[in-house]
């Protein structure tokens, strides 16, 4: 049900029409047709792997369509090419941003208009004017001169939006550009898209995190499995029916945690951790069993207290015991080997394989628990282990061989985790562990960490998205400027406490 | 419209692509390999059409399975390094230095008793290898723990061991050997040279290191995304060291397999072998960039360039001609690549469109353009 514009006598800047797009045998899209108004701000939800991002590369030249066709300013087109798209006025932020590593940011901010303009000489200075002035548009703490591939998520998050918004787009396709951003850049960014709208902008607006999309867009348009479920105005959406038309059932985003027995062991235990410039004075402890929030703002020193208790970093002083153990060691492997495993913020790099199956990923951590007494594989037993790893995260693929780099983002975050489990940690830290995955699958990894609870693992959660906390975890940390500064519990486990904390 | 008459011819391909993907799969053979397989036997039919009579001719299939295992198992080697997406240069010096000390050793215990240094043959083998493996710890020390690039590291000790090597012989031909050694370099089982049968061990053996144990698949994971091996619990500096010093033994027995088969030793020998090693590594399916290999394509492209060697020679035809033939063959095969991969995934000229690249980028943006 289409709903008809007011303005019905302005064209669309860009439509798709019938377009459908496979992959070997997987649809990745059937039919999905989408008119993109001047001025709007278009949503793009559904569940992971339902074919969003399919569709924005199918726009950008990216991907050839199987079939149907691109209209940009009432022309059709069976398909784009990348150059024409940029010269169309059409600028993507990609879901994985697509930047140079081994250039700057500034670099990395002007070089594809550059390149699209057909420059044969290009020139950083010349353009870096232009990227100064975004950057200081959006009110970015960013710093130009840095190699990307140093900067941290948020901050390759920022340059990939910068880059799109440095030109002067007509079409601007943000896919799920705010998964690494605070609360402050995004109400900057969105700022930013309200001016851009004026000018008579379009925007293609890409989430999971629903009450964002409401906040932003003026129509939402859903699919479900490849196909167009509907596209509605904003107003007459409300998170619950969105959740609810694209995975077809309700959605339960309710606190649900277990309770503790009161003899649970505790299983880690941290005393005085302490790393200059990053936290001080950190001790908490962990009981088994128990789901454990670690929340606070970008840059509290949270994802640093992680990355410290799994031998990234070396803390400079404290103690950490593992089952009552000491913790020996400052490496990865140390701490692997003691029992702790961690699924990171930055899953392209540190947590994938993309190149590799799906099966090679998730026994990359496990590989010598597997070793059958020739010390050769025990191929039986990784097969199982795959197998039924494959089934229990309901990853979204035709079989194990599946490259990574085909899966979708959510279905990618699942083969991670899929990787830790099979280690069968003592300890499981999850930096951000829902970031990019649909709401229903969200709750199936809340379900699938508290099942883990159940059965003697502890859970540290490390995210800044209050609902999921709220909904799994028995305690949440609150950390400020590198210090645990409150603790909550039980009842006080709210959205409204942990955010007024937060920001305390 | 010209659309939909794209898609009626595509779907009916991809089709058959399927069956065809899954026909190898059912038989287990990838498909490299299975292009691999298909490239030996026609170059080997090739030639057999061309000049029967001297191609065919036992005494010339013989010195193919003769000549084949010194370069086999440095293909092999080198596969090993590029596994861990890094190269190792120094195989073929580590070989010749092996095969000097053994000439050496052999020289100066027969010059006191040559009874005894005749004995010695297994030792003296073991030996090589042993010079192989310490060689190739060399190269793991200096990757893994100083740091050094791989290419580099290895083209320094390169010259150190080749250095080595000259100064030690003063630059001569060794012609000490037991005579054991050089009459297993001519034996035969079944009609098989031993020597050939060494190098199919040899094949068998990696095989399973690389696909079946855990080191192995750590080596495959540290090449293919290094950091993510790193946040997987995998100590790459372990597994580079391990890399680096079954490559050298391999090297080492290389050494073996040369004096044998010639039977002499020198600083000298086999200077073009480097860059066939390469070769063949790559032709066989190693991707330079690392975390893939088959050890089986990598026996193929051995066999594949040493038919072609052979023939060249049963054509009469130059040493230059035959090295323009490699490079030919390699071009070929890297091209075809290229197009497979396009009609695959369809056009994505735009490197931005790529997902975001690990920071071992600078070699997975060079090996994008090549491989
Ligand atoms: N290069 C590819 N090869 C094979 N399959 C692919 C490829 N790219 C995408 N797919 C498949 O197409 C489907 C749609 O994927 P797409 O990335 O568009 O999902 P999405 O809606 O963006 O999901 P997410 O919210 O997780 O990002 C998925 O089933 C995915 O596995
Ligand atoms: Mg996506």
Known sequence: MVQPEQADARQPVLAVRDITKTYGGVRALSDVSLELMPGEVHCLAGENGCGKSTLIKIISGAERPDRGEIVIDGVAHPAMDPAGAIRSGIQVIYQDFSLFPNLTVAENITLTSAVADGKRLYSAAALRPAADRIVAELGLDLDLDADVERLTVADRQLTAICRALVHEARVIIMDEPTTALTHSEVARLFALVERLRDRGVALVFVSHKLDEVLEVSQRVTILRSGRHVVTAAAGELSPAAIAHHMTGREINEERVVSALPIDAPTVLDVRELNLAGAFEDVTFSLRRGEILGVTGLLGSGRTEIAEALFGITRPDSGTVHVDGAPLTGHRIEDAVRAGIGYVPEDRLTQGLFLEKSIADNIIAGSLDRHRSRSRLLDRARVRSTIQSLFERLKVKAPNTRAVVRSLSGGNAQRVVIAKWLATQPKVLMLNGPTVGVDVGSKAEILEILRNEAERGMGVIVISDDAPELVSCCHRVLIVRRGRIVHELAGDDVTVSRIQDRMAA | ?371
């Open chain 2, 1 to 371: 419209m010209t659309s939909k008459t794209d898609d009626r011819t595509a779907t009916p391909m991809e089709g058959i692509d399927d069956r065809y993907q899954s026909l190898l799969r059912r038989v287990h053979v990838d498909r490299t390999t299975g292009r691999m397989l298909l490239l030996t036997v026609l170059t080997f039919g090739l030639f057999a059409a061309l000049n029967p009579r001297v191609f065919l001719n036992p005494l010339n299939l013989q010195n193919i399975a003769v000549a084949a295992p010194e370069i086999g198992v440095l293909a092999i080697a080198m596969m090993l390094a590029m596994l861990t997406g890094g190269i190792d240069l120094s195989l073929v010096a580590i070989a010749n230095l092996s095969a000097i000390t053994i000439s050496m050793t052999y020289t100066a215990v027969a010059k006191d008793d040559p009874g005894l240094a005749e004995s010695l043959m297994p030792l003296l083998a073991l030996e090589g290898v042993l010079v192989g493996v310490a060689a190739g710890a060399v190269n793991g020390l200096l990757v893994s723990r100083v740091g050094i690039t791989p290419i580099l590291a290895t083209l320094g000790t390169m010259q150190v061991f080749n250095g080595i090597a000259v100064a030690w012989t003063g630059g001569s031909t060794l012609y000490g050997l037991p005579q054991s050694l050089a009459d297993l370099g001519m034996s035969t089982v079944g009609g098989v040279p031993v020597l050939f049968l060494v190098f199919l061990l040899v094949a068998v053996a990696t095989g399973l290191f690389v696909a079946r144990t855990p080191a192995g698949l750590r080596a495959q994971l540290q090449g293919a995304n290094p950091v993510a091996a790193k946040f997987s619990g995998i100590e790459s500096s372990s597994v580079l060291m391990r890399t680096y010093t079954v490559a050298g033994a391999l090297g080492g027995l290389a050494g073996v397999l040369f004096i044998a088969r010639n039977p002499t030793a020198s600083a000298d020998y086999g200077a073009s072998y480097v860059l066939l090693v390469i070769v063949i590594a790559v032709l066989g399916g190693t991707n330079p960039a690392g975390g893939f290999a088959t050890v089986a394509g990598v026996v193929l492209a051995t066999l594949t360039l040493q038919v072609l060697a052979s023939g060249f020679t049963a054509m009469r035809l130059s040493a230059y001609e035959y090295a323009i033939a490699q490079g030919v063959i390699l071009i070929v095969v890297m091209v075809t690549d290229q197009v497979r991969w396009r009609r695959r995934r369809g056009p994505r000229r735009s490197a931005p469109s790529d997902a975001a690249v690990p920071p071992n980028s600078h070699q997975t943006l060079n090996s994008g353009r090549q491989s």
